[in-house]
């Protein structure tokens, strides 16, 4: 994932408007979302174990973007007097804390050593307690949102008075190197992600009690790794390729590079195409998804499954397919929201065929646009299994925002389509990135489709309340900081 944050240093030139909230329109929310994380918390000395090391991940994300954009050379900081104007709001304190995070993270020989130097600190009593201590203060606090849900909730009430929605999430994923988890382990993962579902829940009934007029979104979501939900994650990788077999012998996706897209039959294919061990593991994570799910519908809260790695994916893309076709109702809540990355060759084709497909079977697509964060692993695999051909990602960066760019305008011409033919919207997306250019052409493409409009002087802009509950920007919590409060202005 090194290039979760590569672009953070740089900072390109915008137009001077801000997203506001609209009494005209009567627009409560700011299109704007934050995701938070935490990490597990327990009295187990593995699970402590288990925290130290992903917390170590989770700094090693925001790290080695930075290693990577300093090593290319290509750093370019344009001053624009709004990143100055937003960072005034944020206080000295988090400013300095970081300031030392972000210039860690610059150091590349920092940024390898971290690890094990985190790992020999730690068995040292005294200097692990204070090392801990200059870690949560620095980088923990800089980039999750605390080690429980209840800790994130002053962050999550700080970004709601500052009109930006919080999608919260626990951080846990695949073991890299695909080994199993202790089942005890994803019993936990799932209580904690029915707790967050809880809490967001609980959250958004003082905030936003009546979301009729954003249709059923309050902005408190969820976010789900469907890795992190199976004892061993080799159960998605033989469903998928049960999938993919299965979609062979029916001759389909003919011209779809690599991972296909998802058809009717998939989840049966995973079911009949992998061993009993294999299919008990699908059957469970079908059954935690559920539960997950039902009770999301039950709070208002709307669930994000995350996207990963392409040689799970066919799973993930049917899981989802499938509980979107069951949770996301035209006229009613819409609970599912489904995650598309751009740099795959495949998404152009994806999302046209989703777009068809919820028209078609009358359901609501819910989707967050990324770019995509495991291009080095998925070029070492595709190398590693000797493929031929180009693999499943883009080739070049321009091609991926290209990619990204159809995505953006796709996906707003068919809501003006909609719009203009008195539709109920049925398709509803979230374009989660740091990159500013992004972010400016879907704002002029809304206002060309006259989404949006400008008030005061240009300075703002105004969104009617049917596209502030249907499109929406993302950041990551503590990366692009100044772009989500600006837009949230
Ligand atoms: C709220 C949020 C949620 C996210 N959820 C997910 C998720 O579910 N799944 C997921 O995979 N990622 C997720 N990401 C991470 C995301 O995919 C990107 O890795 C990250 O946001 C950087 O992309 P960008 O658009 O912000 O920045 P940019 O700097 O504009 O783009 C960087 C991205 O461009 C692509 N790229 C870079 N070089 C090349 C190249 N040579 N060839 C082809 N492509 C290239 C890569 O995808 C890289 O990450 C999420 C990000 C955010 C903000």
Same mark, same amino acid.
């Given at each position: 994932m090194?290039?979760t944050?590569?672009r953070?240093?740089?900072i390109?030139?915008?137009?001077p408007?801000?997203?506001?909230?609209?009494?005209?329109?009567h627009?409560?929310?700011?299109?704007l979302?934050?995701r938070?994380?935490?990490?597990?918390?327990? /009295?187990?000395?593995?699970?402590?174990?288990r925290?130290a090391?992903?917390?170590?991940?989770?700094?090693?994300?925001a790290?080695?973007?930075?290693?990577?954009?300093a090593?290319?050379?290509?750093?370019e900081?344009?001053?624009?007097?709004?990143?100055r104007? #937003?960072?005034?709001?944020?206080?000295?304190t988090k400013l300095?804390?970081?300031?030392?995070?972000?210039a860690?993270?610059?150091?590349?020989?920092w940024v390898?050593?971290s690890?094990?130097?985190?790992?020999? !600190?730690s068995?040292i009593?005294?200097?692990?307690?204070?090392a801990?201590?200059?870690i949560?203060?620095?980088?923990?606090?800089?980039?999750?949102?605390?080690?429980?849900?209840?800790?994130?909730?002053? $962050?999550?009430?700080?970004?709601?008075?500052?009109? !930006?929605g919080t999608?919260?999430g626990y951080?846990?994923?695949a073991?890299?190197?695909?080994?199993?988890?202790?089942?005890?382990?994803?019993?936990?993962?799932?209580e904690h992600?029915l707790s967050?579902?809880e809490?967001q829940?609980?959250?958004a009934?003082k905030?936003?009690?009546?979301?009729?007029?954003?249709?059923?979104?309050n902005?408190?979501?969820v976010?789900? $790794?469907v890795?992190?939900?199976?004892?061993?994650?080799v159960?998605?990788?033989?469903?998928s390729n049960?999938?993919?077999?299965?979609?062979?012998?029916r001759?389909?996706d $003919?011209? !779809?590079p690599y991972?296909g897209?998802?058809h009717d039959?998939?989840?049966?294919?995973a079911l009949?195409? !992998?061993?009993?061990?294999?299919?008990?593991e699908?059957? #469970?994570?079908r059954?935690?998804m559920?539960k997950?799910?039902? $009770?999301a519908?039950?709070?208002n809260?709307r669930?994000?499954?995350?996207?990963?790695?392409t040689w799970y994916?066919?799973l993930?893309d049917?899981?989802?397919?499938?509980?979107m076709?069951?949770?996301n109702?035209l006229?009613?809540?819409a609970t599912c929201?489904?995650?598309?990355?751009a740099?795959?060759?495949?998404?152009?084709?994806?999302?046209?065929?989703q777009?068809r497909r919820?028209?078609?079977?009358?359901y609501?697509?819910?989707?967050?646009?990324?770019?995509g964060a495991?291009m080095?692993t998925?070029?070492?695999r595709?190398?590693r299994e000797g493929r031929q051909?180009?693999?499943?990602v883009?080739?070049?960066?321009?091609?991926?925002?290209?990619s990204?760019?159809?995505?953006i305008?796709?996906?707003?011409?068919?809501? #003006?389509?909609?719009?203009k033919? /008195?539709?109920?919207?049925?398709?509803?997306?979230?374009?989660?990135?740091h /990159?500013?250019?992004s972010i400016?052409l879907?704002?002029?493409l809304m206002?060309?489709n006259g989404?949006?409009?400008r008030?005061?002087d240009?300075k703002?802009?105004?969104l009617s309340?049917?596209?502030?509950?249907s499109?929406?920007?993302?950041?990551l919590y503590?990366?692009?900081t100044?772009l989500t409060?600006?837009c949230?202005?």
């Amino acid at each position: 994932m090194s290039q979760t944050s590569v672009r953070l240093a740089v900072i390109p030139a915008r137009a001077p408007w801000r997203l506001v909230a609209s009494s005209q329109f009567h627009t409560r929310s700011s299109p704007l979302l934050f995701r938070l994380s935490f990490p597990q918390v327990s /009295n187990n000395p593995a699970f402590r174990r288990r925290r130290a090391a992903y917390g170590a991940v989770g700094t090693v994300l925001a790290v080695s973007g930075f290693a990577w954009t300093a090593q290319t050379g290509n750093v370019e900081v344009h001053e624009d007097p709004c990143d100055r104007r #937003a960072l005034t709001t944020v206080p000295m304190t988090k400013l300095i804390s970081g300031w030392i995070a972000f210039a860690f993270c610059s150091s590349p020989t920092w940024v390898d050593a971290s690890e094990t130097l985190y790992n020999i !600190v730690s068995q040292i009593p005294i200097l692990s307690s204070i090392a801990n201590a200059f870690i949560m203060r620095t980088f923990f606090n800089q980039f999750l949102g605390g080690e429980t849900t209840s800790e994130c909730i002053p $962050k999550i009430e700080a970004l709601r008075r500052e009109e !930006v929605g919080t999608l919260l999430g626990y951080n846990i994923e695949a073991e890299l190197d695909g080994s199993d988890k202790r089942r005890e382990l994803i019993h936990a993962q799932t209580e904690h992600v029915l707790s967050s579902i809880e809490t967001q829940g609980r959250l958004a009934r003082k905030f936003w009690p009546d979301s009729t007029t954003t249709s059923g979104d309050n902005r408190c979501w969820v976010r789900i $790794k469907v890795t992190g939900l199976v004892p061993s994650p080799v159960a998605l990788y033989h469903g998928s390729n049960a999938i993919l077999s299965e979609r062979s012998a029916r001759g389909l996706d $003919k011209d !779809v590079p690599y991972p296909g897209l998802p058809h009717d039959g998939d989840w049966e294919a995973a079911l009949s195409g !992998v061993s009993t061990k294999d299919r008990e593991e699908l059957l #469970a994570l079908r059954a935690i998804m559920e539960k997950i799910a039902t $009770k999301a519908r039950e709070n208002n809260v709307r669930i994000v499954i995350d996207a990963e790695q392409t040689w799970y994916q066919p799973l993930i893309d049917s899981l989802t397919d499938e509980l979107m076709q069951k949770y996301n109702t035209l006229d009613g809540p819409a609970t599912c929201i489904g995650s598309f990355q751009a740099y795959l060759r495949r998404y152009p084709q994806l999302l046209d065929q989703q777009i068809r497909r919820a028209e078609e079977k009358g359901y609501k697509l819910l989707f967050k646009q990324v770019r995509g964060a495991y291009m080095v692993t998925e070029a070492a695999r595709w190398k590693r299994e000797g493929r031929q051909g180009l693999g499943p990602v883009w080739p070049t960066v321009e091609e991926t925002h290209a990619s990204y760019n159809y995505g953006i305008q796709r996906t707003i011409s068919t809501i #003006a389509e909609q719009i203009k033919n /008195n539709e109920h919207l049925k398709i509803g997306a979230v374009f989660a990135t740091h /990159n500013s250019i992004s972010i400016d052409l879907a704002i002029k493409l809304m206002e060309q489709n006259g989404m949006a409009k400008r008030i005061d002087d240009g300075k703002r802009l105004v969104l009617s309340n049917e596209i502030a509950g249907s499109i929406a920007f993302a950041q990551l919590y503590g990366n692009g900081t100044f772009l989500t409060l600006e837009c949230s202005l």
